[in-house]
């Protein structure tokens, strides 16, 4: 028996598989989207508990509670890649309706996956080498042609700088993949200009809206500030759109694509992609006519997508990650110009805790006004 037997052509009704803070976000910008939202959650701590109109509990690998999912709403979408591809397919088989579906989150669920895709679409990409052993002879051949460092990353599961090392020897590359006994992706690692990111949304029509692209800036593997407008001329936005626009066609997604990408002496070089609402899109909470989490729930619904033109000349944002000591909004939202979103988390050391935004009429001021507001709040990443 299907889940859906006929699938609206709008959903009023969109499910969540996750409770994270992007659902939280999602939760707080679905009834001006026109939906009801629906969330899976492991906990009632869980960030998107306090924003969602309804909440299931379960975990994301549960059969039962995707069913269960399915069969409230209308269509699921995700806050996360940490699922099971085989279960997801499974719903999908069944009648449930999935955005994006099956095919597209492989791209997201499998770096290593990803990697072969794109390299074999002629996307620009660091060198590569995907594999399970450190004796692999596949992999000796790749360090020798490398002969510099090397980033290795866990195929399946990373996030937030989790699932990636900088080894420091090419010997000490093959032990980490033998101490990960799964699938690792190996690549060179790049000298770097700088490092940015370019979000679109992509409505069930195949419509692609581009945001307005953002440099990024790192911290103890994870972001820690994004900045727009991004300090790149016309000719690196229009490549940099038409590159997301690309890899948005190329998915098959439905809903927010986001690109990291690494910007070199070459131009631009893919990092990662992910298909959902993205940490250095947050921004446009404020920072743009309709937010991603607004475009995401539209385009996932069957929506019209909204504007995405920018309301300000430059805005700001800065993660905010627990420190040595417990901190809370409070002394945050007394900087005067600045929004401070709080995920609603119990602090612990080394947490996204939230992000503070700040609007300006110059991207200095944006950048001082959100760094005063992160460290009231109490941040522990440091100003790029």
């Known amino acids: 028996m299907s889940l859906v037997s006929n699938p609206p052509a709008v959903a009023k009704r969109v499910g969540v598989v996750g409770a994270g803070q992007l659902a939280r976000m999602m939760g707080e910008a679905a009834r001006a989207s026109g939906v009801r ?6 906990s009632s701590d869980d960030a998107a508990v306090a924003t969602s109109d309804d909440v299931l509990y379960g975990t994301p690998d549960d059969p039962a509670a995707l069913r269960a999912l399915a069969e409230r709403v209308d269509v699921i979408t995700f806050d996360h890649e940490l699922v099971n591809l085989d279960q997801i397919t499974e719903l999908v088989n069944a ?8 095919a597209a989150l492989r791209f997201a669920v499998d770096k290593a996956y990803q ?3 794109l390299a074999r679409a002629g996307v620009p990409v660091p060198q590569f080498v995907t594999v399970r052993s450190g004796s692999a002879p596949g992999l000796g051949r790749f360090l020798d042609e490398v002969r510099g460092d090397v980033v290795v990353k866990a195929a399946r ?16 590359a093959r032990r980490l993949v033998d101490e990960l006994d799964a699938d690792a992706v190996v690549e060179e690692r790049l000298e770097l200009v700088a490092e940015a990111a370019q979000v679109v949304v992509r409505a069930v029509d195949g419509a692609v809206l581009r945001y307005p692209l953002v440099t990024t800036v790192q911290s103890e593997g994870m972001c820690s500030e994004v900045r727009f407008p991004a300090e790149v001329d016309d000719a690196g936005l229009a490549a940099a759109g038409d590159l997301a626009e690309r890899l948005a066609h190329l998915t098959g997604a439905q809903g927010v694509v986001a690109v990291e990408l690494f910007v ?40 019209e997508l ?17 420190g040595a000591t417990p901190a809370t909004p409070e002394a945050a939202r007394e900087i ?39 460290v009231a709040y109490g941040t522990r990443t440091r100003e790029g």
Request: aromatic share 6%; glycine share 12%; net charge positive.
């Open 37 to 42: 939202l629906s969330v899976l959650a492991t």
């Open 95 to 102: 009648g449930g309706v999935v955005r994006p579906g099956p």
């Open 115 to 117: 990697r072969r895709r």
């Open 157 to 172: 599961g990373g996030y937030d700088g989790r699932g990636v090392w900088f080894p420091e020897s090419h010997d000490a």
């Open 264 to 303: 070199t002496s070459q131009g631009w070089v893919v990092n990662e992609i992910a298909l959902r609402p993205h940490n250095t899109a947050h921004w446009t909470i404020e920072g743009c006519v309709t937010s991603q989490f607004s475009n995401h729930l539209r385009a996932v619904s069957g929506r």
């Open 306 to 322: 909204g504007d995405v033109s920018p309301v300000t000349p430059a805005a700001a944002m800065v993660n905010v990650v627990g």
């Open 336 to 374: 005067p110009d600045v929004t401070v979103h709080d995920y609603g988390k119990v602090w612990r050391p080394g947490r996204k805790l939230g992000h503070v935004t700040a609007l300006a009429d110059d991207a200095d001021r944006a950048r001082v006004r959100a760094w005063r507001g992160a």
